[in-house]
């Protein structure tokens, strides 16, 4: 087969094809080895690994050929540079991590390699996942493969969202068949939908987090990015499980993913949540958005309104919630055990020159938010009450699911922006979550899909959110709703 | 809510961040900003709410008292900036 075609696969094909013989391991690699070094001015990957991927492929071809063949077996993927790698650079696309290289493997890389998958290298993402257009990072910005056709962003360079941008980006542009991510705030979601992908955050507490960068660990999830609802599923099947070593991941059973794609979604409860209809939302998005809601229909599904309340404050909830933990997880930067370190006069000033240097403007402006919410005086006033505001978020999401079954709304408000737009205003940055927040500071799972173009020509994503531990219905609707659309566009 | 100059320089110091001069006023106006954006939370009525400490309900569980790691100064030692032997060298803190 030709590069392009092994590359156009997806992973799901490209399993099968390996497992029929028609195509090699090592030839598939090497097709995306070779797309990765001819688009690197999307700035996607942060680090190439292609002996490490040439031998893991080689190793995979050898189990295939022998018929004993892992579940992933040789499918080349990317890891967002925030899960530790054994012996590979991890920085979090942060300076102050410098040339980190871990000694251990994150839990959900290793069950991937487990499961056969081989990684390409490692992708750019924003500074500790800290934004949502991949524009904080060390390694700076990517570039979002599409492009829009008219308008105002006409001919200009777009942003991939973020935090997992190079994820989105190195999936959309076919230089891996998939990629792993993590949500705090919709930092799978977004960036899936402003490139045209799928992405799925699961339940809080499905995926371990050992082993992944901490930002807010109340709220970070690892999920994958991939170009269809079922390789997805393929992905998330090999990632989750439970993790004696992270104390929060559940142990209960992880079902087999792929069979809910099939389960349809007659007589499913679909409910569109009518606070989610914001002042301001493109005419496009609000139309994909019933679209939506009719194919969900015509395949059988009861679409019934619900209320979610308190969705207005769920973005100053999280915009305590998230910098109070990561000024707490990032205190561990101190410039003493691993990454940089700027020596000052004392031990003191040593900490205050490492972390000025070693952090960028967002990262220290999070840092600072946090501190300040969470010191003297001030806890009740903002923590505290930022908890019990999101306690009130969480009834919200469970009074709803008692009139249906899952939730149908847009992935962001908007589709992919210019670079340099929003960089100086962030709270305007911030509102690129306000539709993919609430499920974090509930825990649900939720997952973006492509499922139109804007009248610009840019992906516009549908999301779905599930109860807590039912993405096998959240599968089931996307994939209902991917075969409606027929989201076939490529960049 | 106004962040002044002095408030930044006191977080600034307990989130051990070096601010220069020039930047205190700039970052200052910067944080009063998201602070205004989360101040509506102050509509919300919290009376008898209890604070969500755990996203999912889930119990933490003990782990079997004994060793599983551990015991492996190079592999803890290997990112060190600087290092003496099987120890991490720090500024000198005691004079």
Same mark, same amino acid.
């Given at each position: 087969m030709a590069a392009a075609a092994l590359t156009g696969l997806t992973l799901a094909a490209a399993r099968e094809k390996l497992r029929a013989r028609e195509i090699g391991a090592v030839e598939l690699t090497h097709a995306h080895l070779e797309a990765m070094a001819a688009a690197?001015?999307?700035?996607?990957?942060?680090?190439?690994t292609p002996e490490r991927a040439l031998e893991m492929a080689a190793a995979a071809g050898r189990r295939l050929k022998a018929g004993e063949a892992l579940p992933l077996d040789g499918l080349p993927i990317a890891v967002k540079d925030l899960f530790a790698t054994d012996g590979v650079r991890t920085t979090a696309c942060s300076r102050i991590l410098d040339d980190f290289t871990p000694t251990y493997e994150s839990t959900v890389t290793a069950k991937l390699w487990a499961a056969g998958a081989v990684m390409l290298g490692k992708v750019n993402m924003d500074e500790f996942a800290m934004?949502? +257009?991949?524009?904080?990072s060390a390694f700076g910005p990517v570039k979002n493969p599409w492009r829009a056709?008219? *308008?105002?962003? +006409? *001919?200009k360079d777009l942003v991939p969202g973020g935090s997992s941008g190079g994820s989105a980006a190195a999936v959309a542009a076919r230089l891996a068949l998939a990629a792993t991510g993590t949500d705090t705030g919709g930092s799978i979601r977004q960036p899936a939908a402003f490139c045209g992908v799928a992405g799925i955050k699961p339940t809080y507490g499905r995926c371990s987090r050992w082993g992944i960068v901490a930002f807010a660990s109340s709220l970070d999830q690892a999920g994958p990015i991939a170009r269809t609802v079922e390789d997805c599923a393929l992905m998330l099947g090999a990632m989750a499980g439970h993790d004696p070593k992270d104390s929060t991941s559940i142990d209960v059973a992880v079902p087999d993913y792929t069979a809910a794609l099939k389960r349809g979604v007659k007589g499913l409860r679909v409910g569109i949540p009518k606070e989610y209809r914001v002042d301001g939302m493109p005419p496009a998005i609000d139309a994909l958005w019933r679209q939506g809601a009719g194919w969900l229909a015509a395949e059988g599904a009861e679409i019934v309104e619900v209320s979610l309340p308190l969705s207005k404050y769920a973005l100053p909830v999280y915009y305590i919630v998230a910098p109070a933990e990561a000024s707490s997880n990032l205190a561990r930067y101190d410039g003493i055990r691993y990454g940089l370190r700027v020596p000052g006069e004392d031990l003191v000033d040593t900490y205050e020159k490492t972390r000025a240097a070693g952090f960028g403007a967002e990262v220290r402006r999070r840092i600072m938010i946090g501190t300040y919410v969470l010191s003297a005086g001030y806890y009740d006033a903002y923590y505290l009450r930022a908890q019990k505001v999101r306690a009130r978020i969480a009834a919200d999401f469970r009074a709803a699911y008692e009139k249906c079954d899952v939730l149908l709304a847009?992935?962001?408000?908007?589709?992919a922006f210019a670079l340099g737009e929003k960089q100086d205003d962030p709270i305007a940055m911030y509102l690129n979550d306000v539709f993919t927040v609430p499920a974090s500071l509930a825990g649900l799972p939720a997952m973006a899909l492509p499922a139109g173009l804007s009248p610009e020509g840019l992906p516009l994503g549908l999301q779905l959110v599930g109860r807590a531990f039912d993405e096998e219905t959240v599968f089931a609707a996307a994939a209902a709703l991917e075969r409606a659309a027929g989201f076939t566009a490529v960049p | 809510m106004s962040i002044d100059h002095a408030t930044v320089r006191r977080i600034a110091r307990l989130a051990r961040i070096h601010v220069p001069e020039d930047e205190v006023d700039r970052l200052g106006a910067e944080l009063s900003q998201i602070l205004g954006f989360v /101040?509506?939370?102050? /509509?919300?009525?919290?009376?008898?709410v209890e604070p969500m400490t755990s996203v999912v309900d889930a119990v933490l569980t003990l782990r079997e008292d004994r060793v599983s790691d551990g015991g492996d100064a190079q592999k803890v030692l290997a990112n060190a900036p600087e290092r003496a032997e099987d120890f991490f060298v720090v500024p000198r803190v005691v004079e």
């Open positions: 690197r001015d999307l700035n996607a990957f942060v680090l190439e934004g949502s +257009a991949n524009i904080t056709k008219s *308008g105002p962003s +006409a *001919g847009p992935a962001t408000p908007s589709a | /101040e509506q939370l102050g /509509e919300v009525d919290v009376a008898g």
